[in-house]
C-alpha cells in the first residue's frame, strides 16, 4: 500500500541555520503530497503542499519540491528561527474507490532550533 | 469560525469503560476523520467519513465506532477502553477534495486508559 517514509529525528541545529527534512513516498496513481507542522500541545497546521509532479509548495520561508522521479518531497527552509521548532509530517493523499479520501501520513520529524 | 472543535481535551479512563470522543466542525465540510498520534507512528487513520451517514474503516479501527447523522458532527465512541487505546486523538475536516485542500485538524483528546 502507500506510504511516507521521514528521516528519523531529533534534528537539532542553531538559528538561521539551513533546514532539510528528507521524506520519500510509495504511491500508486498521482497523490498530492502534504507537509504539517504540529507544535508543542497543539493539533496538526497545514504547512505547504504539491499537487502534481514538479509543483514547488511554499509558505512562511519553507519549500518542497514534488520529484515525481525520485518519489520525493523534502522539506527545506535557508534560515531556521527558534520559533520554527515543531513536529514536521509529511504526508499523501489516497486514493479509494475513485476519491481520494484518506491522508496517509510519516512518523514525524522533530526539529529543535536552539539560540 | 471555530474551525474543528473537540471535546474533551483530556480524559482518564478505567479498562473496559466506553466512552463518546466528540468533533464538530462548522466548515460546512463533507470529509471528516480520526487519527490517533503514538510516539514513534505518526498518525494512524481510524474512521473517517465522505459526507453524511457515510463511514468507512481506516487502518486501525478495531475497539471504536462511528457515526455520521450530520455534516457537523463526528463522535469516535471507545466501546471498552483498553491501556492500548491510550494516545492523542485527532479529528480532522476537510472539503471534498483531499488533493486541493488536505485536512484541517482539531487541537486533539489526550486519553489515558489505566
Known amino acids: 500500500g502507500n506510504s511516507v517514509t521521514q528521516m528519523e529525528g531529533p534534528v537539532t541545529l542553531s538559528e538561521e541555520a539551513f533546514l532539510t527534512i528528507n521524506c520519500t513516498y510509495t504511491?500508486?496513481?498521482?497523490?498530492?503530497l502534504f507537509w504539517y507542522v504540529q507544535y508543542p500541545g497543539e493539533g496538526l497546521q497545514l504547512l505547504l503542499k504539491a499537487t502534481k509532479a514538479d509543483d514547488k509548495g511554499s509558505n512562511k520561508g519553507f519549500e518542497a519540491t514534488y520529484r515525481k522521479e525520485t518519489t520525493s518531497f523534502h522539506l527545506e527552509k535557508g534560515s531556521v528561527q527558534v520559533s520554527d521548532s515543531a513536529v514536521y509530517f509529511c504526508a499523501l493523499s489516497e486514493r479509494d474507490g475513485g476519491a481520494t479520501n484518506k491522508l496517509i501520513f510519516g512518523t514525524g520529524t522533530l526539529l529543535a532550533v536552539q539560540p | 469560525n471555530a474551525g474543528v472543535t473537540q471535546t474533551p481535551k483530556f480524559q482518564v479512563l478505567k479498562t473496559g469503560q466506553s466512552m463518546t470522543l466528540q468533533c464538530a466542525q462548522d466548515m460546512n465540510h463533507e470529509y471528516m476523520s480520526w487519527y490517533r498520534q503514538d510516539p514513534g507512528m505518526g498518525l494512524r487513520l481510524i474512521h473517517y467519513s465522505v459526507g453524511a451517514g457515510i463511514t468507512d474503516q481506516g487502518e486501525v479501527p478495531n475497539g471504536y465506532n462511528v457515526s455520521r447523522s450530520t455534516t457537523e458532527d463526528f463522535p469516535l465512541r471507545l466501546l471498552s477502553a483498553a491501556p492500548s487505546q491510550t494516545s492523542v486523538y485527532f479529528c480532522?475536516?476537510?472539503?471534498?477534495?483531499?488533493?486541493?485542500?488536505?485536512?484541517?485538524f482539531g487541537s486533539g483528546t489526550r486519553l489515558t486508559v489505566v
Open positions: 504511491a500508486t496513481g498521482y497523490p498530492s
Open positions: 480532522a475536516s476537510s472539503y471534498s477534495s483531499l488533493d486541493n485542500y488536505g485536512y484541517t
